[in-house]
Nanobody
Framework: QVQLVESGGGLVQAGGSLTLSCAAS????????MGWYRQAPGKQRELVAT???????NYADSVKGRFTISRDNAKNTVYLQGNNLKPEDIALYYC?????????WGQGTQVTVSS
C-alpha cells in the first residue's frame, strides 16, 4: 500500500515562505498525478496544486503566483513552496497521489500564518 508522509509545516509570519514536503513510498512516476490539498477549520477541503506525470502543473486561483509545486523523483518527494503567505493560507495541508482509480492521502501537515 502506498504511503505519503508530509512534513515541513509550521508557523510563519505573514509575507514569509514555507516549503512542504511529501515523501512517497513508491516512485512518484508511478502516479498519474500528485497534488496538495488543504482544509481550514469550517471550510471544505480544496485543491491547492497538482503536477502530472508529465510535469504539467495547475494551481488554485487563490494561490496562483505565490505557490509552486515541484518534485524530485530520486527522493520520491513532491514539494509545495508557498511564498508571501497570508492568514487565509492557514490550513492542514494534505498530499495526494492518484493512480488510475486509486487515490492516496497523507496525514497532513499544519501551516499557521501569523498576522
Amino acid at each position: 500500500q502506498v504511503q505519503l508522509v508530509e512534513s515541513g509545516g509550521g508557523l510563519v509570519q505573514a509575507g514569509g515562505s514555507l516549503t512542504l514536503s511529501c515523501a512517497a513510498s513508491a516512485s512518484i512516476f508511478s502516479f498519474d498525478a500528485m497534488g496538495w490539498y488543504r482544509q481550514a477549520p469550517g471550510k471544505q477541503r480544496e485543491l491547492v496544486a497538482t503536477i502530472t506525470r508529465g510535469g504539467r502543473t495547475n494551481y488554485a486561483d487563490s494561490v496562483k503566483g505565490r505557490f509552486t509545486i515541484s518534485r524530485d523523483n530520486a527522493k520520491n518527494t513532491v514539494y509545495l513552496q508557498g511564498n508571501n503567505l497570508k492568514p487565509e493560507d492557514i490550513a492542514l495541508y494534505y498530499c495526494n497521489a492518484r493512480s488510475g482509480v486509486n487515490t492516496y492521502w497523507g496525514q497532513g501537515t499544519q501551516v499557521t500564518v501569523s498576522s
